[in-house]
Nanobody, 121 residues
Framework: QVQLLEPGGGLVQAGGSLRLSCAAP????????MAWFPQAPGKERESLAA????????GYADSVKGRFTISRDNTKNSVYLQMNSLKPEDTAVYYC??????????????WGQGTQVTVSS
């Protein structure tokens, strides 16, 4: 049974920082690329940061380049998202997911409860 556990969200003022974490017990974690998928109200869930199985490759949506950093620790079955210089438009529920294909950012259909990130102006 794959679980995705995503603590770490919260409320922060614009310009502030948050660090999200995602633990994946039950997943052969080091076999999979991982990504973060925010979903804002009324919008599709789209990848904004991805990392390959080893951590040697990362990719970001243009909207977060230079502000967000994805990382992973395969010994802890965990992936992280360091979010700096947050903007109100970053407000969303953030989900992590393992990827079927790193380059296409296509996720397996495993989703946790997500974590709410709210950025106030």
């Amino acid at each position: 049974q794959v679980q995705l556990l995503e603590p770490g969200g919260g409320l922060v003022q614009a310009g502030g920082s948050l660090r999200l974490s995602c633990a994946a017990p039950g997943l052969p974690f080091s076999n999979y690329a991982m990504a973060w998928f925010p979903q804002a109200p009324g919008k599709e869930r789209e990848s904004l940061a991805a990392i390959n199985w080893s951590g040697g490759r990362t990719g970001y949506a243009d909207s977060v380049k230079g502000r967000f950093t994805i990382s992973r620790d395969n010994t802890k079955n965990s992936v992280y998202l360091q979010m700096n210089s947050l903007k109100p438009e970053d407000t969303a529920v953030y989900y992590c997911a393992p990827l079927r294909d790193y380059d296409r950012r296509s996720p397996f259909d495993y989703w946790g409860q997500g974590t709410q990130v709210t950025v106030s102006s």
